[in-house]
């Protein structure tokens, strides 16, 4: 099973930067391929619908949320990959955020490692415009 996995390190403080990303609905504030994020709930459980630039959708699943660190899975997606679950944390080293965004999936295409690294690095090429 592939695993992907990301950092990158922010000229702010921890709460500077999770006041802007650390919430699960938040992506649309910070991810430039995300136009839209609607709030749905299933089975009693947060989950987030997720318009992409060029009309696609994704639809997650919350896992776990806490201060610093979210967990979610991938629930239907036009994305290739299958049993997707991933985790997006933040930690503060003296002033500065380090955000590591991490995941483990089934690929179903060749190129699906460098999809994911692709929309990791660009959210967090957004974020350091942002933050520095």
């Known amino acids: 099973m592939p695993i992907v996995s990301r950092s990158v390190t922010l000229n702010a403080p921890f709460f500077n930067v999770w006041a802007l990303m650390g919430e699960f609905q938040s992506l649309a504030d910070w991810h430039p391929a995300v136009v839209k994020v609607i709030r ?5 459980r947060e989950h987030r619908r997720i318009k ?6 994704i639809l ?5 949320h806490e201060i610093g660190s979210y967990s979610y899975s991938i629930v239907e997606s036009p994305l290739p990959v299958e049993n997707y679950i991933s985790n997006i944390s933040a930690a503060e080293i003296q002033s500065q955020t380090v955000i590591t965004w991490s ?3 089934e690929g179903t295409a060749d190129d699906a490692e460098d999809v994911v690294a692709g929309i990791y690095e660009a959210g967090f090429d957004a974020l350091s415009k942002r933050f520095g």
């Not at 749905?40 to 009693?44: T, V």
């Not at 992409?52 to 959708?57: S, Y």
């Not at 997650?60 to 776990?64: C, G, P, R, S, V």
Request: no cysteine.
């Open 52 to 57: 992409l630039q060029g009309g696609g959708e």
């Open 103 to 105: 995941s483990s999936f």
């Open 40 to 44: 749905e709930e299933i089975n009693g």
């Open 60 to 64: 997650e699943k919350l896992h776990d």
